[in-house]
DNA sequence: GCAAGTACGCATAAATTAATCCCTATAAGG
DNA sequence: CCTTATAGGGATTAATTTATGCGTACTTGC
């Protein structure tokens, strides 16, 4: 997570702007998923099951360090935590769904040409 | 090129079957150039400059073996090769549009969340 | 003949991202 | 007391992706 970039990031268009910043794994699921309810670490990755704990921890901490997502961290004797999007990250709703729609309406040529 | 990966691809959601085929650095960016009327090799490495011949031909060859692209090699004297984009490859226009309008759309805000 | 342009490719190194090992701490329920 | 639940973290390894070193072959223009 302390990792210092070697290669200088690209910002030249807005394609490369998305892709530096939500290229991790789980972010756009993990964005989706806030928006719909799920908003405790706990939920969240009970929801997507395959994804280990550390890795989503890794990624919604990024998602808070670029402004997609505000943490709230409760003071209650038992661990309570939160998260919901910023503005920024709602603005992300309308390109999820997008990528999203495309994928599902072509997902039967799509799984013939994933590999086995 | 030839990499068989050891962790099972997710087909689970269509934000999934995108990432999996169209995670590449320079696709989507490739995807857009083709569609403008760039098609040969070389005019695609004149356009993008900062990357490399070899990794462009990968993610192109990529492009084709998943069907977003067609390659076309004339029987010419001097090589000549033109890429074509399949109707799957047309089918990505649109969200591409929507990818690299909402980065520019919100670039001051996105340029800030970049390191350095 | 030689430089520059067309296009391509294997093998390896480097960079980046994701996954895992082995931990802490508190509280509620039985 | 013990199990399960909450949430977390540093250090390391593995997996994946990108970049590079060093070649091929042919043609056109000077």
Redesign the interface.
């Known amino acids: 997570m302390t990792y210092?970039?070697k290669i200088p990031?690209?910002?030249d268009?807005?394609?490369?702007?998305?892709?530096?910043?939500l290229?991790g794994?789980w972010k756009?699921?993990l964005i989706?998923y806030i928006s719909t309810g799920l908003k405790r670490p706990g939920e969240l990755q009970r929801k997507i099951g395959?994804a280990d704990r550390r890795v989503l921890a890794n990624q919604l901490s990024e998602l808070v360090?670029?402004?997609f997502v505000s943490k709230v961290i409760y003071d209650t004797k038992v661990p309570k935590v939160e998260y919901e999007l910023t503005d920024?990250g709602k603005?992300?709703l309308?390109?999820?769904l997008?990528?999203?729609?495309?994928?599902?309406?072509?997902?039967d040529?799509?799984?013939k040409?994933?590999?086995?």
Request: hydrophobic share 45%; with cysteine; net charge positive.
């Open positions: 210092e970039k990031l690209r910002k268009c807005g394609l490369h702007l998305f892709k530096e910043l290229n794994k756009l699921m989706y395959t360090l670029h402004g920024l603005s992300l309308p390109v999820i997008n990528l999203e729609a495309w994928g599902e309406s072509n997902r040529v799509l799984e040409a994933l590999p086995v």
